[in-house]
Nanobody, 126 residues
Framework: QVQLVESGGGLVQTGGSLRLSCAAS????????VGWFRQAPGLEREFVAA????????YYQDSVKGRFAISRDNAVNMVYLQMNSLKPEDTGVYYC???????????????????WGQGTQVTVSS
């Protein structure tokens, strides 16, 4: 069982930046794929970013490419999401995810990820 705890959310103005952090309790954390999803009110959870376990490759939703960056520090079991040039449409609850058996083709699918954090709220004001 893996526990994920997000932090770093908050209220920011359009154009601002936030850095989300996710602390993971997992042995052999480096063998897990990690990622971030978000959910806006009334909408389904959507993929934001991920780092695949086997090759360390990163993947992003088109709307955040060039603005967001996912990273990890396996020495301390942490995952990060640096968010720059934030827009009101980035508002939502952001969830950290992890999975040790995820296949690459499923990276973008919420149902494919086994472990989820409780979420952290990000609000971007216009």
């Amino acid at each position: 069982q893996v526990q994920l705890v997000e932090s770093g959310g908050g209220l920011v103005q359009t154009g601002g930046s936030l850095r989300l952090s996710c602390a993971a309790s997992a042995g052999a954390f480096s063998t897990y794929s990690v990622g971030w999803f978000r959910q806006a009110p009334g909408l389904e959870r959507e993929f934001v970013a991920a780092m695949y376990r086997r090759n360390g490759a990163t993947y992003y939703q088109d709307s955040v490419k060039g603005r967001f960056a996912i990273s990890r520090d396996n020495a301390v079991n942490m995952v990060y999401l640096q968010m720059n040039s934030l827009k009101p449409e980035d508002t939502g609850v952001y969830y950290c995810v992890a999975d040790s058996t995820l296949i690459l083709s499923s990276v973008f699918e919420a149902r494919a990820w086994d472990f989820w954090g409780q979420g952290t709220q990000v609000t971007v004001s216009s």
